[in-house]
């Protein structure tokens, strides 16, 4: 039973530390504008949104207007605010504040697995504070 309950422990644990790992890429990537880094993480299809602007895109025009925004709103830092995970760790999502040169924005990042049970990003909003 000991054992058992430990394999089940480590499981879970190897799981969490994998989302941790992606996440922590992932908010590197936003805040140092390293749009190569975020791309491994896009999903195939996914939700981008500026702004009001919300679409639906393939990833290589995804990567390719997230390309466009870095080059327009030079990165300073990016800082995770809040995060967690839902559907028994099918999902996972983060919330932090990027700061530009220009702006300061708030950023929505919402993960889940793929097939082969690889976190990645469904869905990345930038919006302006209020």
Known sequence: ???ILSTILCISLSVISAQDGARKAIA???GSGDVGILADH???ELTLSFHDEERILAKAA???RLRKFYAEN???TYKVRHNGGAMRDKSSY???RLMTENLSYRVFVYLEK???GVSKIS???FEKPL
Do not use: F, T, W
Request: no cysteine.
């Open 1 to 3: 039973m000991k054992y």
């Open 28 to 30: 590197a990537a936003i």
């Open 42 to 44: 896009l999903a195939r």
């Open 62 to 64: 995804a990567e390719s």
């Open 74 to 76: 030079k990165a300073i």
């Open 94 to 96: 983060m919330v932090g």
């Open 114 to 116: 793929d097939r082969k």
């Open 123 to 125: 869905e990345i909003r």
